[in-house]
């Protein structure tokens, strides 16, 4: 999976920044890989108006699709997002048994913190 932040300057700074330390927390940094673009033709083709903004593509199954643009959301929301998105594949790799990966604990990831997986919430713990 590539993750496509569009756009330039510091917007697109800070939500490199974000999301790289999202992935990172998450222990998704070695299987998503994280590129930026200002190319006009991408931009065109995924209706991209405003900047910042972040695309989801996987190339496996040719899907490719805008997920937010004009802001650099908050931390929490960008790794609440991935968690929504990934978590199938969180769920199969990851820390958490069933019932996480679905957005649901929305603290996948933080095995060290708790000791059994995931937060107090989740629905497997």
């Given amino acids: 999976m590539i993750i496509k932040l569009v756009g330039s300057g510091t917007e697109l700074s800070d ?56 802001e650099v959301p908050a931390y929490d929301e960008i790794k609440s997002m991935f968690i929504s998105i990934l978590g199938d594949e969180e769920e199969s790799g990851g820390s958490c048994g069933s019932g996480c990966g679905t957005g649901g604990c929305g603290s996948c990831g933080t095995e060290e913190e708790e000791g059994d997986g995931c937060w107090t919430g989740c629905s497997s713990h």
């Fill in 15 to 70: 939500l490199e920044t974000l999301v790289t330390k999202a992935l990172t927390e998450l222990a998704l940094d070695d299987s998503v890989k994280v590129e930026t673009t200002d190319d006009s033709s991408y931009k065109l083709e995924l209706g991209i108006t405003e900047n910042p903004a972040l695309a989801i593509e996987e190339e496996s199954i040719d899907f490719r699709d805008m997920i937010f643009q004009g």
